[in-house]
């Protein structure tokens, strides 16, 4: 009762790296507030899920293996969760803010009537004070995300209903196993008390699931670029650079929005979150939403001609020039040193 839950997606019978990062999360906040840790998986043959899950620190694992999980729709997994909170009662529940987690969290907090905060790139434990009505609520689930364009960062809390919910985009948190032989319950619930024959009316037949054409998130180092790059032929100096450096392109939303870069490689509140051990920025200002996705780099490089541009507060070193002008002696620079 009033633990923290965390929902497992799963593809095939793997689960998303996004649910592991939440899980490392949940275990930190459920020690804060000395409960315990629960996660649920729901899918097709989940013989040995565990192996995947306990070892972040779960306390209770609710496994659902039926028939008609996997692929995923949305009516089970809705019935499952719904139904399932109503008899445990947690009090936190964290989701990916994936294409699952964007359809599925929604429709349980709306039957709920529980709340949702969406993309959230902090959770943290806190109290609150309604001086309103001089009521003060400890430890609640601080659901921290920019707001306004980007321009503020809104802590968002929900004092009265239950679960407190949250949805978090892949790579903002770190993904770190407690213990390999941590021992946590497992529960095998009977799927047919929890999911009406009525809600596999939707039946998938055909399914296609295209592979990522990069490894933006898993990078060692990155070069990214924004507007600053002035057209898609500067973005192809930055694909010459990281040719040389084995390295991953990656666009801040203003160059993506520009059509200087695809969708998929674009950085930040709206795109991937990445932690290079290297993070190059190119002609990039440093909007909050960007900064936001790439801080936890090892090292930052800004290269840019405005000596104010926000970046540069926070990178370890700034090469103060036109990227017209950087770029093409960095490419002249590896290549002469890696013959």
Do not use: W
Request: hydrophobic fraction near 40%; include cysteine; charge should be negative.
């Amino acid at each position: 009762m009033n633990n923290v839950f965390v929902y497992c997606e799963i593809e095939g019978t793997t689960v998303a790296d996004v649910s592991l990062e939440l899980l490392t999360k949940g275990r930190k906040l459920a020690n804060q507030l000395g409960c315990q840790l629960e996660a649920i998986t729901a899918g097709t043959g989940l013989t040995g899920i565990e192996k995947q899950v306990l070892p972040y620190g779960v306390d209770k694992l609710h496994v659902f293996d039926a028939p008609g999980l996997f692929p995923y729709t949305s009516l089970p997994h809705t019935s499952i969760l719904v139904n399932l909170f109503k008899e445990e009662k947690p009090q936190i529940c964290l989701m990916g803010a994936t294409v699952i987690g964007r359809d599925l969290g929604p429709r349980v907090s709306s039957a709920l009537t529980s709340g949702l905060t969406a993309d959230c790139t902090q959770l943290e434990i806190g109290s609150h004070e309604d001086k309103k009505n001089s009521i003060t609520y400890e430890n609640l689930l601080y659901q921290i995300r920019p707001a306004f364009g980007g321009n503020i960062v809104a802590t968002i809390v929900n004092p009265e209903h239950r679960p407190q919910m949250a949805t978090v985009r892949e790579g903002v948190m770190k993904k770190e196993i407690l213990d390999e032989n941590y021992k946590g319950e497992v529960v095998s619930h009977d799927v047919a008390k929890f999911v009406p024959e009525t809600d596999y009316v939707v039946k998938v037949i055909d399914r296609h699931v295209e592979k990522a054409k990069h490894n933006l998130k898993g990078a060692p180092i990155v070069i990214a670029g924004g507007y600053g790059m002035g057209s898609k032929e500067g973005f192809d100096k930055l694909f010459e650079l990281a040719k040389e450096l084995h390295a991953e392109v990656g666009a801040s939303r203003a160059a993506v929005d520009a059509g200087y870069a695809d969708h998929d490689r674009q950085i930040g509140q709206t795109g991937v979150t990445v932690r290079p051990k290297l993070y190059i920025a190119c002609g990039i200002s440093g909007q909050i939403q960007h900064i936001a996705g790439m801080q936890d780099a090892g090292i930052i490089i800004s290269v840019n001609n405005d000596p104010n541009a926000p970046i540069n507060a926070i990178a370890d070193y700034v090469i103060n020039g036109t990227v017209e002008e950087v770029v093409p002696k960095l490419i002249k620079y590896y290549k002469k040193n890696s013959k």
